[in-house]
C-alpha cells in the first residue's frame, strides 16, 4: 500500500512538472525553460497554488498566496522554491537564480501588490554550495 501511495504521490508531481505546458516549458531533463515570471508560475505552481494562486485543499493542502503576509520580504519565497516546504518540492535543481526570482517577483507583484523585486543576484547566496536537490526525474 506505502508503495502505491508513494508511486501515486510520485506520478502526481511529475506529471505537474512535465506535462503541465505542453508549448515546451519543460524540456527533455525536467528543467524548466520558461524565464517569465507569469510563465514560470503557470507551469510550475499553478497546478497545486491554481492559476488564481489561492491554493487549494483536498489531497493536500496547497497555501493561498494571495495577500500572503510571508510573501512580505522576498527572502522567504525564494529560499521555500530552492528548497521546498512540506509537501511543496525543491525546485532549485531545475530553475536558475533567474528564473526564481522572476517567479518570486511575479507572485508578489501579482497576487500581494507589491513592486519591489528581487534580482537573480539576490538568490545566488541563498544557494547552499554543492546542495543535492532531489532528482524530480
Known sequence: ?????????????????VFADGAGGVNDKTVIT??????????????????DGKGAVGAGFYPSLVNNPKLQQPAYPSIVVLY???GMPALGGILDDEQIANVVNYVRSNFNGIDKGITAKDVTPMRVKDYQYNDLN
Open 34 to 51: 520558461k524565464r517569465d515570471g507569469a510563465e514560470i508560475y503557470a507551469v510550475s505552481c499553478a497546478g497545486c497554488h491554481m492559476p
Open 84 to 86: 521546498g516546504l512540506h
Open 1 to 17: 500500500m506505502k508503495k502505491l501511495l508513494l508511486g501515486t504521490a510520485l506520478f502526481s508531481l511529475m506529471s505537474s512538472l
